[in-house]
């Protein structure tokens, strides 16, 4: 009986060990890509801002 007990328990501690992880994982790689996709649209607009100036200086 104490050991089923203790064995339900660990199940437990397991499956929330594991939903602890993937959360963190998700977290970090949301973190991730919305990090990229700001570095992305800042190279976009640096990108899009010179165009606009070199054909505002071309002759």
């Given at each position: 009986?104490?050991?089923?007990?203790?064995?339900?328990?660990?199940?437990?501690?397991?499956?929330?060990?594991?939903?602890?992880?993937?959360?963190?994982?998700?977290?970090?790689?949301?973190?991730?890509?919305?990090?990229?996709?700001?570095?992305?649209?800042?190279?976009?607009?640096?990108?899009?801002?010179t165009s606009?100036?070199?054909?505002?200086?071309?002759?």
């Amino acid at each position: 009986m104490n050991k089923k007990v203790n064995l339900i328990f660990s199940i437990i501690g397991f499956l929330t060990e594991i939903f602890y992880l993937i959360n963190a994982l998700h977290i970090w790689f949301r973190h991730i890509t919305i990090s990229f996709v700001n570095i992305i649209d800042s190279i976009f607009k640096i990108l899009t801002q010179t165009s606009h100036i070199d054909f505002a200086y071309a002759p």
